[in-house]
Structure formats: structure tokens, C-alpha cells
């Protein structure tokens, strides 16, 4: 009765009247950025009274935009290779391991994740004053590692435990060394969640804001700071530019993953 | 005996090499302690240790009636966010369960993409909406709704309605996977024993899904109360919540004692939350 849509009578106008404006909350302030990059005008007027391309004009020609850019995208890019490694020796510990504790170890590995990121922020912030690492690319690469990490453990970790052991072994009875086995059978077999620990390492680092504005300095900052003190100032134009190239980047990783999972499927 | 049983002798000589896994989770491991447990224990240690040893910034802290209105507003927007998405998730959730293919994977496409869209990017399109000039203040003026614009920004009202939107993916997805584990035949079992719409809705489904309504509503709550970025942007200096006091203590009054004293009240709350979690819903929602 409440399970069929078909036979849930005058329940069914109101469930689908909330959907769709749930449904426009959810979609119309995307869209409304996208909508205001290409408006040509200043302050933002809906709808726009003309289009234009200079708002992208500006955002390219800016080196300190383009340069931003490129930070968070090499950050982002070193965080991806080092947390998928560490990530998946972790992972071979934690669900192939027999030493005591692995559960406790898997919650302290994914702590990170569930405290408040400004706390973490703010210590990290002091600690790196110590160590002069405020501001520098290896400092903002050990913090965002600490972020990503978890969504590469989980990742890894399920793929692991999906993955039948028996073929590994099988590989091992027929000759391979363990390491030639965990390299040409148990990797290609994992390949889906290595793949998704990437693609959330990348997001993790590169859209991370609150420990990069702590640990930023003029000459090192990532986009995500360069809107927030955008943001902070003025609501130009431009970050809807940026935005929109922002929202582009995510929908096409959402398709690739999307992509992948079918790929699995069939 | 299984495969793996009768093939477990052959592989003893090579787990040897790796005699507990240890060896293999020592990165991840130093890499934590050094660059999270440390920082966060140092800074939690200084709320105890300066100025001097003592426990004086607690004191400061409770006995601050602007601290304790910054806590204040910290609860009550949480609380609020959590109530609005609750009651905006759950028939969401129930309707990606049951439509028609179409327009449930529509619908599911549209929440996943609000999920994953920069933070700032959510949050720059709320400012731009939200604003005195903004359009819903602009409509709301030409309809002849108001006559004045509504503040709807640089206030908690502006922080509440972002911090919902926010949100609500983390309401929706686990919701629905509740709802989808719902056997139907127990509605086929209500509706041969009399029971009207309200009453399968009331005694059956509300029940059923308590526990998942509980797992995103702590989950919801325990991220909104340590909130940064949405309240910084949407929010007022007069109103502040407790992430933004804790940044502000520390990059504009230097106090790190009562930063860490700030941060300590803060986890306090969060991991509490997160053992209640943990106990009554298990390790695998809390994570999920």
C-alpha cells in the first residue's frame, strides 16, 4: 500500500508535490550560477539582460586565478597517488591482517573524517608553525592526505572484501610469488574501488577549504581559498564563472564513476 | 571445507612474509598519529596549560554569556537544520523509493549532484539569492508580498536555510536505503487487517524507519554543529556559531587557550553523539 506508487491515492500528489520542490531546491542554485556566469550583467540581475563570455575572459587572464588553479590541482593530484598507496597497504592490513586491534586502528584511520574539520584545521595550523610547513606545498599535501585517507581505506577496504581471496591463493598454488600475485591477480581484481579511492582523494583534497585557509599564505593558496576571499570581499561575477567550471569538473567525475559502475555490471 | 580452507596450508609460507599485517598499515599509521592525533592532542592540551595550568579557560568559557550564546546559536541552528531536513527528506527519500524509474533516477541524479558540487559553489549561489537585492527579496517586492526586503543574510535565518540545503543529501540517502529495505507485504499484512492509510503510516512505516530517521538526524546534527564555511559566508559577526569562534580566537585574538578549551567542548559534543550513534545503530551506519 504505502510501498506502491500506483495505490497510494491523494498521498501520491502530495509525496510528488514535495519531491519536485525539493527536487528545485536542490537543482535551481546550480543552475542559477551557471545562468549568472554567462550573464553579462555586474551585479548579478536575474535574468541576466544579456550574455556574455567575459566573466571567463577575465578568469583566464587572471595568473593568479590560473595559478591557484594549478595549485589545488597538483595538491590535489600528489594527494591522490600517495593516498591511494598508503590507502591500499592499509587496507591489505586491516582486512587481510591478524594482529589485535584492527577494528580500533580502522576507527582511528577514519576519525579524521567525523571530527569537526575546523578543529583539525586549527591544530594543524599551530603545529605547522612549529615546523615552518604553514604555506608550503608539503604542508598543504600532508593535510589534505590526512582527509582523503579515510574515503581511500573505505574504498580499498570494500573492494577487498568483495574480492575472492581463493583466486589470489589460486595464483600462488600455480607459481606466482605472493607479490606477483597481489600485483597481477588481486589488483586488476580491485581495480573498481582503487579507482573510486582516487577519484574521492582528488575531490577530498581538492575541494577542501577550512584547513587551506588556515594554512595558506599570499603566495601558496589553492582555488578553494581564492573564492573564499573572493567571496568575503564582493560577489563578482567571475566566481560564478569559476563555479560553473567547478560544477563542469564534478558532473564529469560523477559520470566517469557512473560509467565504471556500469562497467562492472555487465 | 571451502577452497580457501584446503589452500591455506600452501600460502602459510607466504603469509610469513607479512606475519600480521602490521608491516603494511604503518604509513597510514604514523602519518595519522603525526599529522592528526598530535596536532589536535597539542591543541586540546594548551586549553589546560595556558595561560598557566588550570582549568580558567572553561571557566572563561561558561561563564561568558557571549561564548555561551555562540553555543546557543550553535544548538539551535543544528536542531533546526536537522527538524527542516527530516521533514523535507523523508518524503523525498519515500518518493525516490517508490516513483516510476524515470523520474526517481532524475530526482536521485539531482541529489547526488547537489551533493558533490563545491561547497563554495552551494554556498556562493545562496549569498547571491539571499542578498537584500537578491531574487528572492526582488520577487517576493514585485509580487507585493513585502514591502521592505526581508534580512535574510549575514543572520542565522540566512545560516539555517544554506546549512538545509546543504544537508539534505545526507538525509535523503540513508533514509532511502531504509525505506527500500521495507518489506511491502507487511503494508499487504496492514491493509487486510483494516488499517487506513494514516494508520499503516503511523504504526508501520513511522516504526520501521525510525531507526534510520535517528542514524541521519544524529549524523546531520553532529556535522551542522561543527559547521564552518556556510555560517562564515552566510552568517553575521553578531551571531556566530562555535567553529567560527574557535577560527576567530585563534587568527584574530590569538587566545590558543581558549581555542583549544572551544575545540575541546566541540569534540566533547561531537564524539558523544557519535558513541550514542554507536551504540544503538552499530559501527556500519555510523560509517555509512
Known amino acids: 500500500m504505502l510501498l506502491d506508487f500506483s495505490r497510494l491515492g491523494a498521498w501520491r500528489v502530495a509525496l510528488s508535490l514535495i519531491a519536485l520542490l525539493v527536487g528545485a531546491y536542490l537543482l535551481l542554485p546550480i543552475l542559477l550560477i551557471v545562468a549568472l556566469s554567462f550573464g553579462s550583467s555586474q551585479w548579478l540581475q536575474f535574468p541576466p539582460p544579456g550574455w556574455t563570455l567575459r566573466w571567463y575572459e577575465e578568469l583566464v587572464d587572471d595568473p593568479e586565478w590560473i595559478a591557484s588553479f594549478l595549485t589545488s590541482f597538483q595538491i590535489a593530484a600528489v594527494v591522490t597517488v600517495l593516498s591511494v598507496l598508503i590507502g591500499l597497504m592499509a587496507s591489505f592490513g586491516l582486512t587481510r591482517g591478524t594482529f589485535r586491534g584492527r577494528e580500533a586502528l580502522r576507527a582511528l584511520f577514519l576519525t579524521p ?94 575541494d577542501e577549504v577550512v584547513i587551506a585557509i588556515f594554512m595558506a599564505s ?9 573564492i ?28 566517469l564513476a557512473a560509467l565504471l559502475r556500469k562497467d562492472a555490471r555487465s | 571445507m571451502t577452497v580457501s580452507d ?22 597510514a599509521l604514523v602519518l595519522v598519529a603525526v599529522v592528526f592525533v598530535l596536532p589536535v592532542l597539542a591543541l586540546l592540551l594548551r586549553s589546560v596549560l595556558e595561560p598557566q595550568p588550570g582549568l580558567q579557560n572553561y571557566a572563561a568559557f561558561f561563564a561568558s554569556t557571549t561564548y555561551l550564546k555562540v553555543l546557543g546559536n550553535t544548538f539551535l541552528v543544528a536542531a533546526t537544520v536537522t527538524v527542516a531536513t527530516v521533514l523535507l527528506g523523508f518524503p523525498v527519500a519515500w518518493f525516490l523509493a517508490i516513483a516510476p524509474g524515470f523520474w526517481s533516477r532524475l530526482l536521485f541524479a539531482i541529489v547526488i549532484l547537489s551533493m558533490w558540487t563545491n561547497l563554495l559553489a552551494r554556498t556562493y549561489a545562496w549569498m547571491v539569492l539571499l542578498q537584500r537585492t537578491g531574487i528572492i527579496n526582488r520577487t517576493l517586492m514585485d509580487l507585493g508580498l513585502i514591502a521592505e526586503p526581508l534580512p535574510l543574510i549575514n543572520n542565522l535565518v540566512g545560516v539555517t536555510i544554506g546549512m538545509t540545503y546543504i544537508m539534505l543529501p545526507f538525509m535523503i540517502l540513508p533514509l532511502h536505503a531504509t525505506i527500500r529495505s521495507i518489506d511491502p507485504s507487511v503494508f499487504q499484512a496492514a491493509a487486510l487487517c483494516g488499517a487506513s492509510r494514516w494508520q499503516a503510516f503511523t504504526r508501520v512505516m513511522l516504526p520501521l524507519t525510525a531507526s534510520g530517521i535517528a542514524a541521519g538526524a544524529l549524523m546531520v546534527f553532529v556535522m551542522s554543529l561543527g559547521y564552518f564555511i556556510t555560517p562564515a559566508l552566510l552568517g553575521g559577526t553578531s551571531n556566530m556559531m562555535l567553529a567560527e569562534l574557535i577560527a576567530q580566537l585563534v587568527q584574530s585574538l590569538l587566545d590558543w587557550g581558549l581555542a583549544g578549551a572551544a575545540a575541546l567542548i566541540l569534540l566533547t559534543i561531537t564524539l558523544a553523539i557519535y558513541l550514542v550513534q554507536l551504540r544503538f545503530f552499530g559501527f556500519g551506519q555510523a560509517r555509512s
Open chain 1, 228 to 255: 573564499f576571499g573572493t567571496l568575503r570581499q564582493d560577489l563578482s561575477p567571475v566566481i560564478a564563472a569559476v563555479s560553473t567550471a567547478l560544477i563542469a569538473l564534478t558532473a564529469a567525475l560523477m559520470a
Open chain 2, 6 to 27: 584446503a589452500m591455506h596450508p600452501a600460502s602459510a609460507p607466504v603469509r610469513r612474509r607479512l606475519p600480521s599485517g602490521l608491516a603494511a598499515v604503518t604509513p
Open chain 1, 113 to 206: 573524517m567525523i571530527l569537526p574539520v575546523v578543529v583539525l584545521a586549527v591544530a594543524l595550523y599551530a603545529f605547522f608553525l612549529r615546523l615552518h610547513l604553514n604555506g608550503t606545498f608539503v604542508g598543504f599535501v600532508l593535510a589534505h592526505l590526512v582527509i582523503a585517507l579515510p574515503f581511500s581505506i573505505i574504498a580499498i577496504s570494500n573492494a577487498l572484501e568483495r574480492f575472492d581471496r581463493d583466486i589470489e591463493t589460486a595464483a600462488i598454488v600455480c607459481g606466482a610469488s605472493p607479490l606477483e600475485a597481489k600485483i597481477r591477480v588481486t589488483l586488476p581484481g580491485i581495480r573498481l574501488g582503487l579507482v573510486s579511492a582516487a577519484i574521492f582523494s582528488f575531490l577530498a583534497s581538492w
Open chain 1, 218 to 226: 599570499p603566495d601558496l593558496q589553492t582555488l578553494p581559498v581564492r
